[in-house]
């Protein structure tokens, strides 16, 4: 199989010619280790999808970690009609992300569906994940410039953001 340049996604080194971002990827995971809180900004075509991706990848490998791997490009309107709504939204990607790559919180979440109607459902629910689940969680979010002009979601980032400061009183994601 010849090898070809990407421009349309996610890169695979087996199909696609790559720039080596080793050094970077290993710079990445040292942030996540220290439980720091980051944003990969690039312009289109940069690398993020596939590095999220190689990224999930890398923390699954190291076995103390369930990443979930989503991404906002196919949110639809609907989600933005209110908090509760996102909040729903929001545990889907989740859902369908454990569902692809984290079985056993797949199986957790199945047998233990929440009721979503607000932020704070949506925190506890996120508080007794973490609490159930001996490994760090990394939440990994792709695309979030689709969303980005959107009141509801500008306070969803407002809600992760506080999730996250909270988390040495709470289980949380890491």
């Known amino acids: 199989m010849r090898?070809?340049?990407?421009?349309?996604?996610?890169?695979?080194p087996k199909l696609h010619y790559m720039?080596?971002?080793?050094?970077?990827?290993?710079?990445t995971i040292e942030l996540i280790e220290k439980g720091k809180y980051f944003i990969i900004n690039?312009?289109?075509?940069?690398?993020?999808?596939?590095?999220?991706?190689?990224l999930a990848?890398?923390?699954?490998?190291k076995g103390d970690y369930i990443a979930l791997n989503m991404s906002f490009e196919a949110v639809g309107e609907d989600a933005y009609?209110?908090?509760?709504?996102?909040?729903?939204?929001?545990?889907r990607l989740m859902t369908k992300a454990a569902r692809l790559e984290e079985k056993p919180l797949f199986s957790w979440i199945n047998q233990h569906p929440?009721?979503?109607?607000s932020w704070d459902d949506l925190s506890d629910f996120i508080s007794e994940m973490a609490d159930r689940f001996p490994q760090k969680i990394a939440i990994l979010i792709d695309?979030?410039?689709?969303?980005?002009n959107n009141d509801i979601f500008i306070r969803f980032l407002a809600f992760l953001r506080n999730?996250?400061?909270?988390?040495?009183a709470e289980p949380t994601f890491h």
């Not at 690039?42 to 190689?54: E, H, I």
């Not at 990848?57 to 490998?61: E, G, I, K, T, Y």
């Open 114 to 117: 929440p009721e979503i109607h």
């Open 3 to 12: 090898k070809e340049f990407n421009i349309t996604g996610n890169c695979f």
């Open 163 to 168: 999730k996250f400061l909270a988390r040495n």
């Open 81 to 91: 009609v209110s908090e509760m709504s996102f909040a729903r939204k929001f545990l």
């Open 19 to 27: 720039a080596d971002v080793s050094h970077k990827m290993t710079e």
């Open 57 to 61: 990848h890398a923390l699954r490998q």
């Open 143 to 148: 695309e979030v410039d689709q969303s980005s």
């Open 42 to 54: 690039r312009p289109r075509q940069y690398g993020k999808t596939t590095t999220l991706y190689a």
